[in-house]
Every structure is written in structure tokens, then in C-alpha cells.
């Protein structure tokens, strides 16, 4: 059935001329439920009415250290949902000399402080805690939001509050930006809030943290998609980390770099460098050659603009980066194209079975295209990949390896959005295994056994969003006031 969609804004209003709107039907129908609770009072008030916001810190790379120091920059790789990631991913430490002043013009994070990712994938929320401070000082960077409660909000009710998949999308309905998207401090504080008394936020989270209770016990059982995969690997193409500790600068001319802001300077890049190359020379029995021997065909997609977005469902998708999540097509929110520019791009559409990797922002995420329902073409931040000679679902899998994802860390550039360059994709080393069949089975007979502790998790963490939103109701008293 076909649906017409008049696009909104939070107060109802129509959108015409907005350019960073992302028209899709589910932003609509979030729009109109946004819209609807606001007109009913339930959401009547404003965060800014209850929080301050302020932005993070950019830091130059002149500024990094080479040597551990007692102050850590936060940066939107090191921010999970709800969790502060400080293990196996890029962790810049800042000269001391920085921190410090920092720290004496009250920069730094503090328990009880709400963040949330303001570009690249909006909206992630973590609450500070103790926990989280004790090893190191948290300098928040320039692509974060950081929020301070009064007395009348509850960090942690706030933290559940922007987590919901709601507030969530809305989020990134007011980020603004064509090609980056941004959250602005002036969106946050206009994002709609209850009316709800402390004492009643805390009712709220008694009941969601029984919940949140069963969650945590499962994830003590559930393996994350790339441990399985790394498990594997690792008896077939052995890695470990490095034990060297201590990470000697390169001879790098800093004095010209010393204000380039984009050009990684950090320990981490090379020790990824190291930690591949480390990879390679210890399966020096293996026989590897270079991704373009095994390309027959490389395309990345084309950008296309507002005016191309079809208000309704059509036999047009155009494919970005969030559709392509741990090795899987995820197309919650698909884009449809008007016909006119679905019929322009006809000429790049994907086919099923075709390789798409992300070359921007979350670089590496890939997927095979698994249908042929809808006429398929992708962003100009992914990239087709048509092969020969090697099993599809190996390759995949093989880039969610460890030292392969470590790879991709090295070689993006870029500070804020990451990008790939087509090169380093062409050179990236694939090994020659004869068993790729094999491994492919083993690892798809691991993720299963793991899917149905997936299905409770994903059950568990709506009933979460479904309790939260439902104790809402019964406790806002003084809605509309």
C-alpha cells in the first residue's frame, strides 16, 4: 500500500527547504510521534531548561604524546553505548602540560557527566562514572557533547532518556550537514523533556534496571560477532598483540606537521602499523597476495542530494554506511529514491552478491548484497567490490579480523570522518587458503549457536524502551504545565 508523508518538524511544522533534512519515512513517523506527545503535554518541556552543554576540546596533533600519560583523549571511537572503550581501540594520550591546564580550567569529564556523539554516528550516550575515572583523566573531544544536570534530573534517567531509540532518531533529525552531520549545542537544549519529578525518574529506573540486571547477565554469556570471528582466525593465521609496551617515535618532520590537525602523529598509528605488519611475518608459511589481484571490478557509489529522496517507499535504495552493521545488511531506515534518479544511477546499481565496503566513516564495515527485491545503488562512502578466485563470506570475515580491522585503523585518514583510500584497499595482503569453505561454515555455525542469546538481548533491550516510555506516562504528572 502505498503512503503519503507529509514531513514535520518537532512542533508540526512542515519542512520544505531544509537541505540536511533526511526525508525517509521513518524519520516521519518519528517526527508525528514527537509531535503528538508534545501536543498532549507528555513531552512539554525543553533539555536545555534542565542541562548545560558544552562542546569538547580539539586538540592538534602536536599536542599527542609518544609517552603514557595521565590524561586520555576521548574520542568518538572510544565512546560504546553506555561504555567508555579504552581496550584495543585508538587511545591518544595528550601531553601533560595540556592535561594539566585542562583539568585547571574545568575541561575535563566528571562523574555524573552525560556524553553524546554530536557527528558521525549521532546520538551515542555514555554516563561518566567513578569506575570510568580511575585509571586515567578524560579530556572529551571536540565531536562530543557534554551535558550537566541540575537538581532536577537524575544523570542516569538522562542517559536511559537520549539512549531511546526515539530521542535517538530525533538526534539525528536535527544534526544538520549535508555530507558530516552535526548536533548543535542549541539542538540538544531544544530537544523535548518530561515533566517529571526526580523522585519519579528514580521509580522509572527501578524498574528499567531490573531489566537492565538481565541484560548484563547474558552478556557475560554472548559473544560479539568479531570474537567469534577472531577465535577462529587465530588458529588458522595466528595474531597476538605485541607485549612491547613502549611505542618509539618515527622520524617524522613535526615541525612541519605540528599544526595539521588531520595528520595521525599518535602512538597508535604506529603501533597498528607494527601490529600488522607483526601479523603478516608471523604467517610468513602463508601465501599472501594483494586485494586487486582478486578484484575483477571496483566502483564506489555516487552522491545524491535532498531533491533526490522519494517521500514514499519506491523500487529505488540508495545504500550508506549505517545499512551495513558487523558483516550485515540492516536496512531499518532505507532511502528511497525518486524515480527520475533512480533511473539516473542505473548504470552503477549493486546486483546481489555484490561486495559493499564502507570506505567512510566506519571504515571496514562490509557486507554481501543478499537481495534483489528493490533496484540497489550505494553512497559515495562505500565501495562494490566484485572478486573472483576467493570465497566471498571468507573475505567478509576476514576484514572483521583483528590485525585486518587494525589495518584499516592505520591507513584512514582524516580526523573527524574517516576515510579509506582506494589504494590501501588495493593493497590490503589476503592470505591463500585452500579451506575457506571450512572456515566460512565454522564460524556461521559459531554466530548461530550465539544468535538465540542475540534474540533475548535484542528482546530485552525493547522491553527496556517499552517499560521506560510506559513508566513515563504513568509517572509525568504535570505534563502541559
Same mark, same amino acid.
Given at each position: 500500500m502505498e503512503m503519503n508523508f507529509k514531513f514535520l518538524s518537532m512542533d508540526g511544522v512542515m519542512i520544505c527547504n531544509n537541505f540536511s533534512v533526511r526525508m525517509t519515512p521513518l524519520y516521519h513517523l518519528i517526527l508525528s510521534d514527537i509531535a503528538f506527545k508534545k501536543k498532549n503535554g507528555f513531552m512539554a518541556k525543553k533539555l536545555g531548561n534542565y542541562v548545560n552543554v558544552a562542546g569538547g576540546e +580539539?586538540?592538534?596533533a602536536k599536542n599527542y604524546s609518544f609517552d603514557e600519560t595521565d590524561y586520555l583523549y576521548l574520542s568518538i @571511537?572510544? %565512546?560504546g553505548i553506555n561504555e567508555i572503550k579504552i581496550e584495543d581501540v585508538d587511545i591518544i594520550s595528550v601531553e601533560k602540560e595540556i592535561g594539566e591546564q585542562l583539568e585547571k580550567d574545568n575541561r575535563l569529564l566528571k562523574e555524573n557527566d552525560v556524553v553524546i556523539t554530536r557527528s558521525g554516528t549521532i546520538g551515542i550516550t555514555v554516563l561518566i562514572t567513578k569506575e570510568m575515572l580511575k585509571q586515567k583523566k578524560l579530556i572529551p573531544s571536540g565531536y562530543v557533547k557534554v551535558l550537566k544536570t541540575n537538581k532536577e534530573v537524575l544523570s542516569k534517567f538522562l542517559m536511559y532518556y537520549l539512549s531511546n531509540p526515539i530521542i535517538k532518531e530525533l538526534m539525528e533529525i536535527e544534526a544538520t550537514g549535508k555530507d558530516q552531520k552535526n548536533l548543535s549545542n542549541s539542538a540538544v537544549k531544544e530537544l523535548p523533556f518530561p515533566s517529571i519529578s526526580p523522585e519519579n525518574q528514580q521509580?522509572?529506573?527501578?524498574?528499567?534496571?531490573? %531489566?537492565?540486571?538481565? %541484560?548484563?547477565?547474558l552478556n557475560v554469556e554472548y559473544k560479539q560477532e568479531t570474537e567469534i570471528i577472531n577465535s577462529i582466525f587465530n588458529k588458522i593465521l595466528p595474531y597476538s598483540p605485541s607485549k612491547e609496551e613502549k611505542i618509539y617515535k618515527k622520524q617524522l618532520d613535526l615541525e612541519k606537521l605540528q599544526n595539521d590537525k588531520y595528520f595521525r602523529t599518535d602512538p597508535d598509528y604506529f603501533k597498528y602499523i607494527r601490529e600488522?605488519?607483526?601479523?603478516i611475518k608471523a604467517n610468513k608459511q602463508v601465501q599472501f597476495h594483494k586485494l586487486s589481484r582478486y578484484l575483477e571490478d571496483y566502483e564506489s557509489g555516487k552522491p545524491i542530494e535532498r531533491k533526490d529522496y522519494a517521500d514514499v517507499e519506491t523500487d529505488y535504495v540508495h545504500i550508506v554506511p549505517r545499512d551495513i552493521q558487523n558483516g @550485515?545488511?540492516?536496512?531499518? +531506515?532505507? %532511502?528511497?529514491?525518486?524515480?527520475?534518479?533512480?533511473?539516473?544511477?542505473?548504470e552503477v546499481r549493486c546486483k546481489k552478491g555484490d561486495i559493499l565496503l564502507v570506505i567512510a566513516s566506519n571504515c571496514g564495515n562490509a557486507t554481501i548484497l543478499d537481495r534483489n527485491d528493490k533496484k540497489y545503488t550505494i553512497s559515495h562512502?562505500?565501495?562494490?567490490l566484485r572478486v573472483k578466485d576467493i570465497n566471498k563470506n571468507f573475505l567478509i570475515y576476514y576484514f572483521y579480523y583483528a590485525p585486518i580491522n587494525l589495518y584499516f585503523r592505520a591507513v584512514e585518514t582524516g580526523k573527524g570522518q574517516k576515510n579509506l583510500p582506494n589504494q590501501y584497499i588495493f593493497d590490503l595482503k589476503i592470505p591463500k587458503i585452500e579451506n575457506q569453505e571450512a572456515i566460512v561454515k565454522e564460524i556461521d555455525d559459531e554466530?548461530?549457536?550465539?544468535? @538465540?542469546?542475540?534474540k533475548e538481548l535484542?528482546?530485552?533491550? @525493547?522491553?527496556?524502551? +517499552?517499560?521506560?516510555?510506559?513508566e513515563l506516562h504513568k509517572y509525568t504528572k504535570e505534563r502541559g504545565k
Open positions: +580539539d586538540i592538534y @571511537k572510544n %565512546i521509580k522509572v529506573l527501578n524498574s528499567v534496571e531490573k %531489566i537492565q540486571e538481565q %541484560i548484563n547477565k600488522y605488519n607483526n601479523f @550485515k545488511f540492516h536496512l531499518k +531506515d532505507a %532511502i528511497y529514491l525518486n524515480y527520475k534518479k533512480g533511473e539516473e544511477l542505473q562512502y562505500i565501495a562494490n554466530l548461530e549457536k550465539h544468535s @538465540k542469546i542475540k535484542i528482546s530485552l533491550k @525493547k522491553e527496556i524502551n +517499552d517499560v521506560f516510555w510506559s
